[in-house]
């Protein structure tokens, strides 16, 4: 039990959606959401097929404990080919969403296809159709939610969607639910679009059943008694992830101005002290309130305001109600990384990313990358539409989110993403990532473990493929890094992205302490070790998915800029990220050859042969 | 000896506090945490004049005068 046991494949090209039984054989080797998802993927897709080609498929997958009372068991992902990227995409979210096509019966939707004009697919229970969505084109996230909500007089509708950038091909584009929760990299809302499927929208009025419900509330009961007082928990409910900002700047490893330093002067203006300050105009913080996702006792979500006097927001009523705020990698993002300390500016472009389904990390760090295009003079104001492209302009930052999200002018370049924005004006060196993926809000020079979690990240560069976080801030000495790399990536894998349940316990809750609640839950045998090892078949079965993309060794690897520059301040400065040591010790911990590529004995080890 | 400290991120405010702070003479940099008194239910990483001092190196770190001292808890991305 946990798993429904069924799967809703619906064919956009032929628009039908039929039930077919759920793998149980799959989900015992590859658990749920991502896992069992991209065991899907790779079964039914040819790796080189085109990301926006109607034989890409997009996979809604929801885990075990999705849907049950284990503390944040509300998750799920959306796993394809990454149109970013051009490798296996996996984009977990949050909200209630994957709860609720899970009471609607359902452990995953497999979209395969291209319909012939847009529609929207409506859930109800075991009921699935699909619905003309000529009236929602064009419309916003947040409009296509109160449209879907209206027309079916269903308030209680959960509904994930893509706006306008996952129409007109952003490549970056997200899938946005519950108005502001975002499975938010890799491209995976351009997939959506390329498929014209502008949303899915459910009702589920069932419940999830579990193997031994005795077993389970004592597993949940004792997982609580772990979770609740733990300090992380706390920390994250007062401020979010946004204590991280200041954490990460003072440490000298907050990617600025595209990456051509490692800390922001402006950092002040946009922390989480920031957001609390009272404004002139209203009286009102940019921070309001908090929420949380479903059966999730942290609560780090934001709630925020813009001054309703900034520049951003005039003749703008729908930016003047509050909306999702800022967490870390949003502030980075669209603040240091662009030269930004323009709070309500910030703010407001991620209302836009939100409304329209943009990765908040990608468009700002390709907008930096732009910044520097136009900086050197690779390009000007005839490339840019006459907006002048200058760090630190917060005018550019807000004219460029809604141009980039309505694929106009220069705003068309800015979708490309970074990799082929800059190879397309000459300046290959200016993108910063790995695999097509621009970088998260760490600086590779300044974490090392970091830099090997970037370099080998399947999805492209992640901060949350892997966790060398407290490994890094306490020392640059490379002794054990490659292993804290590989096993935090196993386990993330397995439980936090397979499970169901969010990645924000992994600081009170172990393998052991899943283990148990899956057990409960599921049945069969899960134990921490189990899921260790269904963590490594998990990344390696991405792994082959990637080689046989194209991908190769040479892949895991970072620009020039963290490799040879020596970073310019901060805990690392004057060195460079060095991947010469830890990569050949990662592979061979992996059980790869010199290649990068998984040897006949690990492929055998994990019943990938 | 006078040394500045910069904590982030700790409990129960969770934002910046910068306190100058009188140290005996040869003071390390685990006495200085001892002093501080923060709270005892998680770990703590330190930055001695902007670079990483492992836990395992605090007690043979000794700071001197006008040294700055970075303290936060080991947060994680997300």
Known sequence: MSWSGNILRVDLTAGTCQSEPLRRDWAADYLGQRGLASKYLVEEIDPAVDALDPANKLIFATGPLTGTMSATGGRYSVVTKGALTGAIACSNSGGKFGVEFKRA?????????????????????????????????????????????????DPGLKIA??????????????????????AGRSGVGAVMGAKRLKAIAVRGTGGVAVHDPGAFMAAIKAARAKLDPNPNRKRLGAVGTHAMLDVINAFG???????????????????????????RSDGRPNLIGTKACFACTIACGRVATIDPEHFSVAGEARYKQASGGLE???????????GIDDLDAVTYANFVCNEQGMDTISFGATLSAAMELYETGAIGDPETGGVALEFGSAEALVTMVQQTAKGEGFGVDIGLGAKRLCEKYGHPEFFMGVKGQEFAGYDGRAMPGMALAYATSNRGACHLRASPY????????????????????????????????????????????IAGQLEAACGGGWTADRLRLTGERIWNLERLFNLDAGFTAADDTLPDRILKQPAPQGSAKGKTADLSRLLPEYYALRGWDENGVPTAETLHRLGLA | M???????????????????????????????????????????????????????RRATTRLADGDKVIVFPPLKGG
């Open chain 1, 470 to 513: 407290a490994s890094d801030f306490a020392t640059a000495e490379l002794d054990g890094k490659a292993g804290i790399v590989v096993a935090t990536q196993n386990n993330r894998a397995a439980i936090h992205d397979s499970a169901g349940i969010c990645m924000f316990t992994t600081s009170a809750l172990d393998a052991e302490d």
């Open chain 1, 328 to 338: 870390f990698e949003t502030a980075y993002a669209l603040g240091a990384m662009v």
């Open chain 1, 253 to 279: 490893g907050l990617p600025t101005r595209n990456n051509r330093d490692v800390v922001f002067e402006g950092v002040a203006k946009i922390n989480a002290a920031a957001v609390k300050i009272p404004r």
């Open chain 1, 161 to 182: 969607s893509i706006g306008r950038a996952g129409e007109c091909g952003v490549r970056f584009a997200c899938v946005i639910n519950d108005h502001d929760r975002a």
């Open chain 2, 2 to 56: 006078r040394v500045g400290v910069e904590l982030i991120a700790i409990a129960p405010r969770h934002g910046r506090r910068l306190l100058s702070l009188e140290l005996d003479d040869g003071a390390t940099a685990d006495d200085l945490l001892e002093g501080l008194d923060l709270p005892d239910d998680e770990s703590y990483m330190t930055l001695v004049n902007g670079y990483a001092v492992a836990p395992g």
């Open chain 1, 105 to 153: 019966g359902w452990d995953m939707i497999i979209i395969e296809g291209r319909s012939p004009a847009p529609v929207y697919l409506l859930i109800e229970d075991r009921h699935a159709s699909l619905l003309p969505a000529a009236d929602l084109w064009g419309k916003s996230v947040w409009d296509t939610e109160d449209w879907i909500h209206q027309r079916h007089q």
